[in-house]
């Protein structure tokens, strides 16, 4: 499912954040937002995921004109097609881990068989095989995202959304992240993620920096 943002401005207490910027991420790809804080790449992110509207410009959901969908047709969007993967991890703490990788995915009765065996495969996954009836708070920062990541394998989503996701995480932790969106990206689907990581760009299909001026033209003395 493609995502496309065209000339989109976004200003946040009287500052511009965004200034008409375009960009274009593709199923099977990985765009990568960098940029140093206050660039706007997180701002940009959650304009492409429809979790930030914008004062101008517009927002395209595969051929859809998504810039004015109302609260009920975004939730639908969110709940059908995107998982996300947040750098405070977005987890119920006080839940069990497997509520949190099967949150909104859940029938009245809980899970079925089928479900239940997906929820063994993605914590294996990620490496905390058996551990499913943990109450998620217990986890440390690097369990707790892989948690997340999880949850976002269990979906099987069209969209991945990650905002610093490998931020302040050790380096198994933070490889496993990486290679995690590598592997979204491989599966089809369309992963835009905003970052700093240095090794998280270089894994990138697709690299834009935000906040960075063009270099100037050399003069006719400097030619």
């Known amino acids: 499912m493609q ?3 065209e000339g989109v401005s976004v ?15 593709e199923p099977g790809r990985m765009l990568v937002l960098a940029g140093k804080s206050g660039s706007g790449k997180t701002t940009l992110l959650n304009v492409l995921g429809l979790l930030r509207r914008v004062d101008t410009g517009t927002v395209l959901v595969g051929d859809q004109n998504a810039t004015k969908w109302n609260d009920a047709r975004r939730r639908r969007f969110w709940r059908d097609h995107v998982a996300f993967v947040f750098q405070d991890y977005g987890l119920i703490e006080e ?7 099967t949150v909104g995915r859940r029938g009245i009765l809980g899970l079925r068989p089928a479900q239940r065996e997906r929820v063994n495969q993605v914590l294996s996954h ?18 707790k995202q892989r948690v997340g990541l999880a949850r976002a394998m269990f979906r099987g989503a069209d969209i991945v959304l990650a905002d610093e996701p490998t931020a302040s995480l050790d380096r198994k932790n933070r490889e496993l992240v990486i290679n995690f969106l590598i592997e ?6 369309t992963v835009v ?31």
């Open 3 to 5: 995502l496309r943002a």
């Open 11 to 25: 200003v946040i207490d009287g500052k511009p954040v965004l200034d008409s910027v375009s960009v274009q991420a």
């Open 95 to 101: 839940s069990s881990v497997e509520y949190n990788v």
């Open 126 to 143: 990620v490496l905390l095989s058996g551990r499913g009836k943990e109450q998620t708070a217990r986890l440390s920062g690097g369990e």
């Open 184 to 189: 979204e990206a491989r599966r089809g689907a």
């Open 193 to 223: 993620v905003a970052t700093h990581d240095e090794d998280l760009m270089d894994a990138g299909d697709d690299l834009i920096r935000l906040g960075e001026q063009p270099a100037p033209e050399p003069s006719a003395v400097e030619r």
